[in-house]
């Protein structure tokens, strides 16, 4: 029987598979220096012109590039929510959000199939790994969650699919560098959630398949990098497309925020590309104070290109991990006349700060919890193992320094630890 774990994540996905028994993350996909990486992004691109789906990095560039077609990123983020059983417009084609989701899980599954060909079995069983909490607050949409991302595993083709919760996966490829007993604290922020686990962790129990006691607690938060860009968009950038703008005709009253909020977020950017919307905004115009910023909006989003938009936040967002100052550079957006009507932006390390601070406040209350559920003090756990992108942003470190100023610090695989524990879990269930 061929085993694999997979990690479906909001921003991007892991495969690992046994090669010659050896347990291997699978390259997914040449980075643009030509460099093979194991993690393929969550994004798929439906061509117009060649009806085909690309997925991943190529699906972004191909959309950056300006081909014709529809763009989807964090479609992760749907699972749990009130949109999950929605069906969306594809060209003349409605897909189910399963179906779309099942494009890009079997392409994972082709590719690590692909890789293996030696051993040429097709992959049968699956561990695939799964936020504490797909919704934080509704226990029925969270299990029916799972539900569908078990179903798009089965329509994939996989015959036997369990699940694992994302930081025990971490917990367990941590556990691989453990020598002696150890609590430990596990953290992952990713793109779309905050999830922690506490646990013993030993040599010797490494191979038990029920770890019921050695988990103390188990905790997560809806909340994670997608939601920070989300934030720094509407504070920082969002403001020059009209956000906040008043209405001439209206005293006291603001252009809706809805549209930009929607803009600001990967999985409802498409919606705003509606006919329907952008009349409704053009409707607008005579009555806004700054009509050339809801100009620059009304391109936007005719030219379809919300979704480099927020890659152009994101990548800012990164850059303020390193350096004090970042530019969105808005006018390379536009290639007609509006290029000049467009201010660009610079946004300051203070700024991101501001803009995430509640965001980072709610992720460590939750984190708090978990410790408080366990009845465990911070002076208790030895380890503290990060992994998950966000982990990268300076505030995250320093909060985390903060709270454990006496455990050891491991910094995991940012991208790899979770597949890598989910293979093992794999191997542990289907041996
Ligand atoms: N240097 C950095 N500073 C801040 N954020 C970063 C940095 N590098 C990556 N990120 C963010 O990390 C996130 C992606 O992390 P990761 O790949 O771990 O998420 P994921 O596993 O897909 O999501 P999830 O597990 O929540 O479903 C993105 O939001 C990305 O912007
Ligand atoms: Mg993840």
Known sequence: MSICGLDFGTSNSTIGILQDKQPTMVPL????SGEWQTTLPSALFFDFEDD???FGRHAIARYTAGEQGRLLRSMKSLL???FMNDKTQVKNRFYTFDEIIGFFVSSLKTQAEKYNKPDSASLESVVMGRPVYFNDTDTALDQAAEEHLANIARLAGFKHVSFQFEPIAAALDYEQ???KEELALIIDIGGGTSDFTLIKLSPARQNQSDRQNDLLANHGVHLGGTNFD???SVN???PEFGMNMPLTDKP???MPGHYYFDLATWHKIHLLYDRAVLLELQNFRPIVSDKAKLDNLLQLLKSRKGHQLASLVEASKIELSTEAESLVDLSSLFSDSREDAMKNCTISQAQLQLSLQRDIDKIFNTLQETLTQAGVSHKNIDTVFTTGGSTALPMVKACIDAAF??????VGDLYNSVGSGLLMEAQLRYR
Do not use: F, T
């Not at 996909?29 to 643009?32: G, S, Y």
């Open 52 to 54: 085909q789906i690309n």
């Open 405 to 410: 100023p006496n455990a050891k610090q491991i």
């Open 236 to 238: 920082c950038v969002m």
């Open 230 to 232: 989300q934030r720094l």
């Open 252 to 254: 006291g009253l603001h």
């Open 80 to 82: 749990g929510g009130s």
């Open 177 to 179: 560098q453990v020598s």
């Open 29 to 32: 996909e040449q980075d643009p």
